[in-house]
């Protein structure tokens, strides 16, 4: 249910914008990223997940939002969240959308700390944590 509310508030973002970038900053397998491209209609969207386990599978959900019609572009990093996101913060790099599930991790107040700088003025930050 909560990744269905993010989509949808994702959705609303983008027609009140006109645009939706996005950061699935925890991706996993990247359903979350497809979901954005497919469904929010995303204009950009940046997985990361820390495990190059699961880049096949990412690769694979984010081709399918592709073939489903979706139109924005997408990529994909490897990189631990508290480093993309400070390097997101130093290139001044922001998104509407920065989506975190820390999975039940107890990082989760450090990394909604680093995550604020790299939301857009009138963003939003999409926090969940499921195990």
């Avoid at 997101?88 to 107040?109: C, H, L, N, P, W």
Wanted: hydrophobic fraction near 45%; charged fraction near 20%; proline fraction near 1%.
């Amino acid at each position: 249910e909560s990744r269905d509310l993010a989509v949808l508030v994702a959705l609303l973002h983008k027609r009140r914008t006109g645009q939706l970038h996005v950061l699935d900053s925890m991706s996993g397998s990247g359903v979350r990223g497809a979901r954005y491209l497919a469904q929010s209609a995303a204009t950009h969207v940046h997985c990361n997940e820390i495990s190059l386990a699961n880049r096949a599978c990412m690769l694979s959900n984010l081709c399918w939002a592709s073939r489903q019609g979706a139109r924005g572009s997408w990529r994909v990093s490897h990189m631990d969240i508290r480093r993309l996101l400070a390097s997101a913060a130093m290139s001044q790099e922001r998104f509407d959308v920065v989506d975190i599930d820390t999975f039940g991790s107890k990082q989760g107040g450090a990394v909604i700390a680093a995550a604020l700088p790299v939301v857009k003025l009138g963003g939003l930050l999409y926090v969940t944590s499921t195990d």
